[in-house]
């Protein structure tokens, strides 16, 4: 126990063990509904988050690794769980060499480089298979989802965010949804108008605006 505890609140495993804690907190969060798993997507990739070229830049890099076809937040968490494997694993093999200070630092650097690279590596790895799983997911047609209803389940949907449980007359989906600029709480009904294939997302409008012809 006094070895794991060494290792974990020293560097450079602390690094992984920092960015552990923030990962499995945003988990946590997201098990309440009160973040979405695409959040970073939105951040980066929707109408104001990095401009075309950027955002093409970063998708292109994803792809070269291996990582795309997934939410950041899954990349990112899959990539801090392994680097934090890999140094826990190294400092604990390489633990008698790492006495002197300055060889401390310098092994740690090495480890904490090597880890990185492994868990990219690794993450690659792992995400093949979620993506051969996702491509055999029958997408849903939009005419069959056009005037549904669903509730919002984040904590809020505005034009840059949000998701919603929608009732498809089977198991029910959960979609990401937008709003014309308005925000509409958490439990609010809504029913979807147009597709928004750019976003992977649905333009919705409340079921009260619907009903009554308010649209925007």
Not at 177 to 199: A, F, K, M, N, W
Request: avoid cysteine; charged fraction near 15%.
């Amino acid at each position: 126990m006094h070895s794991f505890l060494q290792i974990v609140t020293s560097f450079p495993t602390v690094v992984f063990s920092v960015l552990l804690t923030v990962v499995v907190l945003y988990w946590l969060v997201v098990a309440l509904g009160l973040l979405e798993t695409e959040v970073l997507d939105s951040l980066f990739f929707d109408a104001d988050g990095l401009d075309g070229a950027d955002a093409g830049a970063l998708a292109g890099l994803l792809s070269r690794l291996g990582l795309g076809g997934v939410p950041l937040t899954v990349i990112l968490s899959l990539i801090v769980l392994f680097g934090w494997l890999a140094s826990y694993f190294a400092v604990l093999i390489a633990l008698p060499l790492l006495g002197h200070p300055a060889v401390h630092f310098a092994l740690g650097a090495a480890v904490f480089a090597a880890a990185s690279l492994a868990a990219i590596a690794l993450t690659s790895l792992a995400l093949k298979p979620v993506r051969a799983l996702l491509r055999k997911i029958p997408q849903e047609e939009p005419k069959t989802l056009l005037g549904r209803v669903g509730v919002v389940r984040s904590a809020s949907v505005n034009a840059q965010s949000g998701y919603a449980a929608v009732d498809d007359g089977g198991a029910g989906l959960v979609l990401q949804i937008r709003t014309h600029g308005d925000e509409l709480p958490r439990g609010s009904r809504v029913v979807l108008i147009e597709p928004l294939p750019e976003q992977r997302a649905w333009r919705v409008v409340s079921e009260e605006e619907f009903n009554t012809g308010a649209l925007p």
